[in-house]
């Protein structure tokens, strides 16, 4: 969906506005499926473009952080199981 094709009024459900983002307009959620990120990437942008938009900014950031790490630990497990004989 392009900016043009997105409400001129807010539409909670399918496009909240602390999803929405600058002229053009970035949805998150297009962006997440344009860059094929996958669950854990996926949210830590989520929670990075709404950190401050919606609710508390410190919550949204940890949640970020959250993803993030587990998404490591996964990378890491992977290069372990890799690298035994």
């Known amino acids: 969906m392009t ?3 997105l409400p001129a009024e807010p539409d909670m459900v399918n496009h909240p506005s602390h999803y929405t983002f600058a002229e053009p307009q970035y949805e998150v959620l297009l962006v997440i499926e344009a860059w094929k990120l996958g669950y854990h990437l996926g949210n830590v942008v989520k929670y990075v ?3 401050g938009r ?3 900014e410190i919550e949204d950031l ?3 952080r959250f ?3 587990r998404k490591i630990k996964q990378l890491e497990a992977r290069q372990l199981e ?3 004989p």
Request: proline letters at 0%; aromatic letters at 6%; a positive charge.
């Open 54 to 56: 919606k609710g508390k």
């Open 67 to 69: 993803y993030l790490d």
């Open 49 to 51: 473009a709404r950190a």
């Open 62 to 64: 940890r949640k970020a």
């Open 3 to 5: 900016a043009s094709e």
């Open 82 to 84: 890799k690298a035994r």
